[in-house]
């Protein structure tokens, strides 16, 4: 028999203890693990992320500090009336949730800017004083007008604008000779000639960079008491004018303004837009400028090369009444035909017992 001493009992007991403590730790870590739950999984935004099971959506906001930004009011032309008019939203699937409703596995938060408005507009319609001519302009008929322009609500900036003929039409007994395109060193000094020992007066629709080229026809015109108006800056034709740019079309009319402003003194309030072209949209440009557009009623097309004297005189009293706007060109080429064609034309006119005047008067 193997005698056990008390001291091996207690090496025995000892190393017993060890083991049985060793094989309990496992057991106790796997059991603190199992009661922790695992994490939730959302989507904020395009991302992916993991959260405790027991967050609250308000939380979920604070702690990744989410905000969406404001909208802005806008006038007219997109100037910022009111910065944080349109506030953004966080929504929870896709919809508006208290901050206290607890975040689920699976749940998708998005951050919502608010959007940019750009304010209402309105209708003011009001009847200007006096008689007066359309705009477009196409012939010196008066009658009572209409302004029709759409503004911003709150700003008042306005949109676009346009005129309307109201009640009874007065038909002056007159016509107005008009010339576009110039000035043109060879025809507008004979023009002016004939105009002048005619006891003639007319309106020269000038394009800005000729006037500025050739000031002394400028002077001319001027000195012979003629009117002048804007016929634009450089006289664009493809896009046409009314396609243009706004900032172009701004362009051609500002320009030759201030220059016939700066260099003669000259305040026109008169534009033909080159070829007729308009929209309500030049309308509104040269009305911000205190121009209204003149266009025409008798048109013999005596720019085109083959056109004769007795051709362009015929077409132009053949359509002449009173009250007509006629367009001829005393620049843009040799208008030999037209300048021929320019006694017989006013002899014309004033044996229909009709005045020659000018567009402003």
Same mark, same amino acid.
């Given at each position: ?56 959506? #308000? ?34 699937? #896709? ?10 596995? #699976? ?6 800017? #608010? ?98 080229r050739h000031p002394d026809l400028i002077r001319a015109e001027i000195e012979a008491s003629m009117t002048i108006g804007s016929h634009s800056w450089d006289h664009p034709r493809s896009p046409r004018f009314a396609d243009l740019e706004p900032h ?114």
């Amino acid at each position: 028999m193997v005698r056990v001493s008390p001291r091996d009992h207690a090496r025995v007991g000892a190393r017993a203890a060890v083991i049985l403590g060793i094989a309990i730790v496992p057991v106790l870590v796997a059991a603190a693990l199992g009661e922790l739950p695992p994490p939730l999984e959302i989507t904020v935004g395009n991302e992916t992320a993991l959260v405790a099971r027991d967050t609250m959506f #308000g939380r979920l906001i604070r702690d990744r500090d989410l905000h969406a930004e404001f909208g802005r009011l806008l006038d007219v032309e997109g100037k910022v009336l009111r910065y944080r008019a349109y506030p953004g939203r966080i929504l929870l699937n #896709g919809a508006t949730a208290a901050r206290s409703t607890p975040l689920s596995n #699976g749940d998708t938060i998005q951050v919502i800017d #608010g959007v940019d408005r750009i304010e209402g507009t309105r209708r003011v319609v009001t009847l200007l004083e006096g008689l007066r001519p359309g705009n477009p302009q196409r012939t010196l008929d008066t009658s009572q007008v209409e302004e029709i322009r759409i503004e911003g609500r709150i700003s008042h900036k306005s949109v676009s604008v346009r005129f309307r003929a109201v009640g009874d039409v007065t038909q002056p007994p007159a016509v107005a000779l008009t010339f576009d395109d110039g000035p043109w060193p060879d025809a507008t000094p004979k023009v002016l000639e004939i105009l002048e020992r005619m006891n003639a007066k007319a309106t020269f629709f000038v394009i800005g960079y000729l006037a500025q080229r050739h000031p002394d026809l400028i002077r001319a015109e001027i000195e012979a008491s003629m009117t002048i108006g804007s016929h634009s800056w450089d006289h664009p034709r493809s896009p046409r004018f009314a396609d243009l740019e706004p900032h172009r079309i701004l362009t051609e009319m500002s320009q030759t303004n201030e220059f016939l402003n700066s260099q003669f003194g000259l305040q026109t309030s008169l534009f033909r837009p080159p070829g007729g072209s308009y929209d309500e949209e030049v309308v509104h440009m040269a009305d911000t400028l205190g121009m209204r557009i003149v266009l025409w009623s008798v048109d013999p097309r005596d720019w085109t090369g083959a056109k004769t004297p007795e051709s362009i005189a015929d077409a132009v009293l053949a359509k002449v009444r009173p009250g007509s706007i006629i367009d001829l060109h005393d620049g843009g080429g040799d208008q030999w035909a037209t300048i021929q064609a320019l006694p017989r034309i006013i002899e014309g006119i004033r044996a229909m017992g009709l005045r020659l005047v000018t567009i402003d008067e």
